[in-house]
C-alpha cells in the first residue's frame, strides 16, 4: 500500500482509539464537580458516596487516556518528520502548553482527588476536584489550538532557506528540507478564527460523552433494581448535564460550520455534497454522493445551506465543480460522517428533552411507567451516541481538510518522513491493534466489574478529613 494511506490511516486509528477516553475525562470532571458541590453544600453523605463511585471509574479511564495518548506524539517524529520541521516552532508550543499548564495541573490534584478522600477536608478534596477538572478542560484548550491553527493558520509566516515567501508560494520537493513556519504573534496563532468555535463545539461533545455515561450506568442499576438511591441522583446530575450540553452543541456546531464556510470552502462543500456555486445553495439532509457525475442524491432543503450561512438565500456557496480536483477532500467521506455527526446529534437532544419530560412529570425512574422502562433501556445504550458522534465529528474535519495538512500551505502527502517505509507502517498498525485490543478488553473488564460492584451503600459512615 501508498506509504501516505498506510500512515495516515495508523494515525487515524491511534488518534481515535485514544479519543475515546479524553471526551469521558472532561464530562466526567464536570460531574464530580457538581456531585460534590452538593455535597458541600447540604453534608448529606449520599452525595460523597456518589462522588467516591464516579472518581473511581474517571481515574480508570484517565490511565488509559494518557497511555494512549503518548504514542500519538511519537508519531510525529516517526512519521510525520517533515510536518513536524515545518511547524515544530508552531505546534510544539502548543504542545509544551498543555503539558506543562494542563497536564501537570490536572494530574497533581488527582492524587489529592483519589486519595485524599479521609486525609483532607470537604473543602480542600473539592478544590482538587474542580482543578482536575478545570486541568482536563484545559489540555482540551491547547490541542484544540494546534489543530485549528492547521485548519486555519494565522499569527505566523513561511520561511524557505531563510526567505520569507507568501502564503500563494508553490512548495516544491526540494524545498521541503528547509520550509518551516515561523510565530509573529502568539496569541493570533492561539486565537486563530477557528479556535473559539471548534473548542466550544469539542467541549460539548466531551460534556455529553460524561454526562451518557453517567446516564447508561444509572439506567442499568435502575432497571436491575440496584441502588434505587444512588442511581435516581446521578440519573439527574447526568440528564442535567445532557440537556445543557445537547443544546449548547447545536449552537456551537452552527457557529464551527460558519468558520468552515469562511475559511475552508472546499470542507463545506463535501460536508454538503454543493457541486454547482451559486446563491440558493441547497441544505442535504441526508443521501449519498455521485461523485462520477457530480451531484448528491437525497432529500434537500432548497436554499437551506445558504440561510444558514449567511441568514438568507442569496448567500453565494462555492461548489466542488469549483475546485480543482486535486484540491477537493474524500467527498463520499466527509458527507457520511458529517450527516452521522449531526444525525447522532439531533438524536441525543430528542433524548435528552425526552428525559427532561420524564423528570418534569415525576417519572424519570419509576418503572411502573412503560414510557420510563423504555427510557431506561435506551439508556443503557445511548453511552454509544456521544462517542460516534465526536468520532464522526473528527473524522470530518480531518478527512474535510485533506489534501492539505496544513490549510494552504503543506500538503499531507509533502509531511511524511523520508525514511519509514511502507511495511514498517504496516507492522506498526498490526502491532497497535494487537496492544489497543488487549487494552480495550481490559478497560471494559475493569470498568464492568467497577459497575457490578457497585457504590458504597448510601448510609455508610464518613470520615470527615483533617
Given amino acids: 500500500m501508498n506509504i501516505e494511506i498506510l500512515s495516515r490511516v495508523q494515525f487515524a486509528f491511534t488518534a481515535a482509539f485514544h479519543y475515546l477516553f479524553p471526551p469521558l475525562t472532561i464530562g466526567l ?6 456531585i460534590e458541590g452538593m455535597w458541600l453544600k447540604t453534608g448529606d453523605r449520599k452525595y460523597h458516596n456518589m462522588a467516591r463511585f464516579w472518581t473511581k471509574v474517571f481515574a480508570l479511564i484517565f490511565g488509559l487516556g494518557v497511555a494512549t495518548g503518548i ?17 515544530g516552532d508552531i505546534f510544539g508550543s502548543a504542545l509544551a502548553a498543555e503539558g506543562i499548564f494542563a497536564f501537570f495541573l490536572e494530574s497533581g490534584f488527582l492524587a489529592i482527588l483519589l486519595f485524599g478522600w479521609d486525609k483532607v477536608g470537604p473543602k480542600l478534596h473539592f478544590f482538587a476536584t474542580c482543578m482536575v477538572a478545570f486541568g482536563a478542560h484545559f489540555s482540551a484548550v491547547w490541542i484544540i489550538v494546534a489543530n485549528s491553527w492547521q485548519q ?25 528540507g528547509s520550509a ?18 471548534r473548542l466550544s463545539h469539542t467541549l460539548m461533545g466531551a460534556w455529553l460523552a460524561g454526562a451518557f455515561l453517567v446516564v447508561s450506568v444509572s439506567s442499568y442499576y435502575l432497571l436491575k433494581k440496584r441502588h434505587h438511591e444512588f442511581s435516581r441522583l446521578s440519573l439527574r446530575f447526568g ?18 460550520a460558519k468558520v468552515v464556510a469562511e475559511y475552508q470552502p472546499s470542507k463545506l462543500a463535501a460536508m454538503e455534497g454543493h457541486w454547482e456555486s451559486g446563491p440558493n445553495a441547497p441544505l442535504h439532509l441526508a443521501g449519498w454522493v455521485d461523485e462520477e457525475n ?37 467527498v463520499q467521506a466527509t458527507f457520511q460522517f458529517f450527516h452521522l455527526m449531526v444525525a447522532l446529534g439531533m438524536g441525543m437532544i430528542g433524548y435528552s428533552l425526552w428525559g427532561g419530560w420524564l423528570w418534569w412529570r415525576k417519572r424519570l425512574s419509576k418503572l411502573e411507567h412503560a414510557e420510563t422502562r423504555w427510557f431506561l433501556k435506551l439508556g443503557v445504550v445511548a453511552v454509544l451516541m456521544p462517542q460516534l458522534a465526536n468520532q464522526a465529528g473528527w473524522f470530518t474535519a480531518e478527512i474535510g481538510r485533506q489534501p492539505w495538512i496544513v490549510w494552504g500551505y503543506l500538503r499531507t502527502s509533502d ?13 506498526s498498525i498490526i502491532g497497535f491493534g494487537l496492544i489497543y485490543l488487549l487494552l480495550f478488553v481490559m478497560f471494559v473488564f475493569l470498568l464492568n466489574r467497577k459497575i457490578q460492584h457497585g457504590p458504597e451503600p448510601m448510609g455508610g459512615a464518613i470520615k470527615e478529613g483533617r
Fill in 180 to 197: 518551516r513556519m515561523v510565530i509573529d504573534e502568539f496569541w493570533e496563532v492561539v486565537f486563530n478564527p477557528s479556535t473559539v468555535e
Fill in 239 to 256: 440528564l442535567a448535564l445532557a440537556i445543557v450540553a445537547s443544546l449548547c452543541s447545536l449552537v456551537t456546531g452552527h457557529g464551527s
Fill in 415 to 427: 509531511g511524511l518522513s523520508a525514511v519509514v517505509k511502507a511495511e514498517q507502517v504496516l507492522a
Fill in 294 to 330: 457530480g451531484r448528491t442524491v437525497g432529500p434537500s432543503l432548497p436554499g437551506g445551506l445558504s440561510w444558514l450561512i449567511a441568514g438568507t438565500a442569496d448567500h453565494r456557496v462555492t461548489g466542488l465543480s469549483e475546485i480543482a480536483e486535486e484540491d477537493r477532500p474524500p
Fill in 29 to 34: 470532571g464536570v460531574i464530580l464537580v457538581m
Fill in 71 to 87: 504514542v500519538l506524539e511519537f508519531e510525529f517524529g516517526t512519521n510525520w518528520a517533515t510536518y513536524s520541521r515545518f511547524v
Fill in 152 to 176: 486555519t493558520p494565522a499569527g505566523s509566516h513561511l520561511e524557505v532557506d531563510g526567505e520569507v515567501v507568501g502564503a500563494g508560494f508553490k512548495m516544491l520537493p526540494e524545498h521541503l
